[in-house]
């Protein structure tokens, strides 16, 4: 090939390179290969175990019991499929809103992630950033915002009324300790499998989409696995979803200390998460100023380097996504006081228009910068500084619309037993998806056409490949450390089931 590729160059005017070349060969297991086939297996033979103790054994109820029939298939799939709404702390509507921005995620990430060598015709995707309906793609880095927004709301309801329940006071580093282990099994998982990706493919492309997820595991694992990779830059961890584990996990920890102020001192742990919004705003301006940036991670730049920066400076930054984390547990503070608080249905309704307003203005205000230049370098900072507590500010309405009875066909739509087995995927479903992108990439021997009906069945195969993966994985790993987690929960005075969701 590079005999033919040094003739063609001889002929033309093009300097034509072949940067990399495979030669198929077996790849042998290694010991990290077996690690993670022997824990894997670990977990199937407890988890059968702990099916036919379900099933077939009438022995009394014993703490072993319970332990072995936290990894039952049986119990655990009914858990998966039952309908929302198992406690009466349950906020069902969260599973709706959960499900789709996981479906959006994905469908971010599939255009997102897509190289621009691998289409048939890469300059007519000028066409997309053209179309305004197109920033809901491209300014997709907004759906995990819901993520940390949803968050909030779990860990200030469930904090409060854990604190009610405990005379005020809770053990902040053990706290801390056990969402750290509620992780990591899941994050060790996801680590293993990133192994595995070489004994399953090859390709063209292999080399740039798969063998650097393979090269970054091996060499940063440890920030993955103490939380800190965000700290480090986004190709500075295993898979580029670690950091929003690490700034999860670090937001919660904050969270906790918040949440001790704010219920010993109403008005100055309200006007603490208030500031800590503003903060937030200023903080995200302040790195795009000082390190002259764009508004977001626009692909349009078509400039890898600028939309690392973004990405880098920006996108994997704890301080950007205080402000959301904070306006959730506004709304959890707000729905665990006031939740039965009549609105007159003048504000109702003005509530569903100002949402729908700021929902959309945050989503498409990209579209002013992607398609050109910027006409305003201040704008674009203000821009960048606030869009993403706008957005979260529309959901927030929703959410709280929804809770509070005042959602009604969106209510409905987002409580339905039909979205929540999706809603609790969700999390194995974004530790895996990119796996399965990338994975698809790598392996391609074919050009991809520029088409949205190409995308878009791009899009429905990873989407459908990544929660079927997902749900084996749930049904062994998560399903049971939830069940365990509850069991270690199940004391007198101690809170429920939303507690366990504050926790994921």
């Known amino acids: 090939m590079r005999v033919i590729a040094r003739k063609v160059a001889e002929e033309t005017d ?21 690690t993670v086939i022997f824990f894997l297996g670990l977990l199937l033979i407890l988890c059968l175990i702990g099916t036919g103790v379900e099933l077939f054994s009438e022995k009394k109820a014993s703490t072993l ?37 996981m479906c959006w995620v994905v469908l971010g990430h599939t255009y997102v992630l897509m190289d621009f060598e691998l289409l048939k015709d890469p300059s007519e995707i000028q066409g997309w950033f053209k179309a305004l309906e197109f920033e809901l793609i491209h300014n997709g880095w907004l759906s995990v915002e819901t993520f940390f927004l949803l968050s909030g709301i779990l860990v200030t309801v469930g904090g409060l009324k854990f604190l009610q329940k405990s005379k005020g006071c809770f053990n902040v580093p053990v706290m801390a300790l056990r969402r750290y282990f509620r992780l990591t099994p899941s994050l060790l998982l996801l680590m293993g499998l990133v192994f595995f990706l070489p004994l399953i493919g090859s390709g063209p492309f292999w080399y ?38 690490a700034a999860d996990l670090q937001l919660y920890i904050v969270a906790l200390f918040f949440l001790l102020v704010l219920n010993k001192y109403c008005k100055l742990g309200l006007a603490i998460l208030m500031l800590s919004i503003v ?60 939740k039965e608080h009549k609105l007159a249905k003048g504000y109702v309704i003005s509530g569903w228009l100002l949402s729908i307003l700021l929902g959309m203005s945050s989503v498409l205000g990209t579209h002013r910068f992607s ?55 969700t999390f194995m479903v974004y530790l895996i998806h990119p796996l399965v992108i990338w994975t698809r990439l790598g392996s391609r021997r074919e050009r991809l056409s520029t088409t949205h009906y190409d995308m878009v069945y791009e899009y429905l195969a990873n989407l459908v490949t990544a929660f079927a993966l997902a749900t084996p994985f749930y049904l062994l790993l998560e399903a049971p450390l939830t069940n365990i ?20």
């Open 14 to 34: 093009f300097d034509i390179k072949i940067p990399q070349c495979y030669k198929k060969e077996a790849a042998p297991l290694q010991a990290i290969h077996w």
């Open 208 to 245: 740039q989409h798969v063998d650097p997820q393979v090269e970054s595991c091996a060499k940063y694992w440890w920030t993955s696995l103490l939380f800190i990779s965000n700290w480090f830059g986004i190709d500075k961890g295993c898979t580029l979803v670690t950091w929003y584990l």
């Open 65 to 101: 019991r319970s332990l072995l029939e936290a990894f039952s298939l049986s119990s655990n799939g009914r858990r998966l499929f039952s309908a929302p709404g198992g406690s009466s702390t349950e906020f069902c509507c969260i599973h709706g809103v959960r499900a789709l921005t």
């Open 279 to 338: 903060v937030s705003c200023i903080a995200v301006g302040l790195q795009t100023l000082v390190h002259k940036i764009m508004p977001s991670a626009m692909i349009s730049a078509v400039n890898n380097d600028k939309v690392h920066e973004v990405l880098n400076h920006v996108h994997v930054y704890t301080l950007t996504h205080l402000g959301p984390y904070c306006l959730g547990m506004l709304l959890g503070y707000i729905v665990f006081k006031y």
């Open 371 to 425: 398609t050109g230049e910027e006409e305003s370098r201040a704008l674009a900072i203000l821009y960048a500084g606030l869009h993403r507590v706008v957005f979260t500010s529309a959901v927030a309405w929703v959410l709280y619309a929804c809770i509070t009875g005042r959602g009604g066909p969106v209510n409905t739509l987002l409580s339905s037993a039909v979205v929540a087995p999706f809603s609790r995927l």
């Open 485 to 504: 987690e509850r069991l270690l929960n199940t004391r007198p005075n101690k809170n429920e089931e939303t507690q366990e969701k504050s926790i994921k």
